[in-house]
T-cell receptor, first 113, second 116 residues
């Protein structure tokens, strides 16, 4: 079955630590890829997206993600996290030609000051 | 995102009651979606609609129904609520246009529903 996997369910970091959240998908075709963030008590907001071109995508708030087609991965990174990055992060995939997004189960990030 | 609104924001109800959750958008998007979010399960699609005359089931539509009253309004109903429908419900919209905006979804603030 088609799926999106986020391996880390909970991540705890100190401020200024580097972050990498994993995302893998099982689709074989061309995909569009997204990372969404949900701050405590808020709705989902788009962090960044990949449709085509440069596989290294830069998003808001210093986040970036790299699409590695051979590994079916779209990992999210940030060199130095801040307390305000505490949130839940969702990877989502859309298979080209299909209309729906499929979301991963999310990763809760807690950044301690 | 103030462009997508949901009412109510919180609701507590009892088993067997009928509940309607409403979603309105001012983004002018044709496509609207209903998701539920459960801890550890992420977001799962309940129903989606690509225009007023188009309604489609998502992966977990059992126990739910929807109504697309207008381009801007998409309601989700629980005909007879049960406790395992306790969850956070999100409405989302997207623009069917081409290019990189295609299928980027914009989310409402969510409705926290508790079924006792």
């Amino acid at each position: 079955a088609q799926s999106v996997s986020q391996h880390n369910h909970h991540v705890i970091l100190s401020e200024a630590a580097s972050l990498e959240l994993g995302c893998n998908y099982s689709y074989g075709g061309t995909v569009n890829l997204f990372w969404y963030v949900q701050y405590p008590g808020q709705h989902l907001q788009l962090l960044l997206k990949y449709f085509s071109g440069d596989p290294l995508v830069k998003g808001i708030k210093g986040f970036e993600a790299e699409f590695i087609k051979s590994k079916f991965s779209f990992n999210l990174r940030k060199p130095s996290v801040q307390w305000s990055d505490t949130a839940e992060y969702f990877c989502a995939v859309r298979l080209t030609g299909f209309q729906k997004l499929v979301f991963g189960t999310g990763t809760r990030l807690l950044v301690s000051p | 995102d103030a462009d997508v609104t949901q009412t109510p924001r919180n609701r507590i109800t009892k088993t067997g009651k009928r509940i309607m959750l409403e979603c309105s958008q001012t983004k002018g998007h044709d496509r609207m979606y209903w998701y539920r979010q459960d801890p550890g399960l992420g977001l799962r699609l309940i129903y989606y609609s690509f225009d007023v005359k188009d309604i489609n089931k998502g992966e977990i539509s059992d126990g739910y129904s929807v109504s697309r009253q207008a381009q801007a309004k998409f309601s989700l109903s629980l005909e007879s609520a049960i406790p395992n429908q306790t969850a956070l419900y999100f409405c989302a919209t997207s623009d069917p246009g081409g290019g990189s905006k295609y299928n980027e979804q914009f989310f409402g603030p969510g409705t926290r529903l508790t079924v006792l």
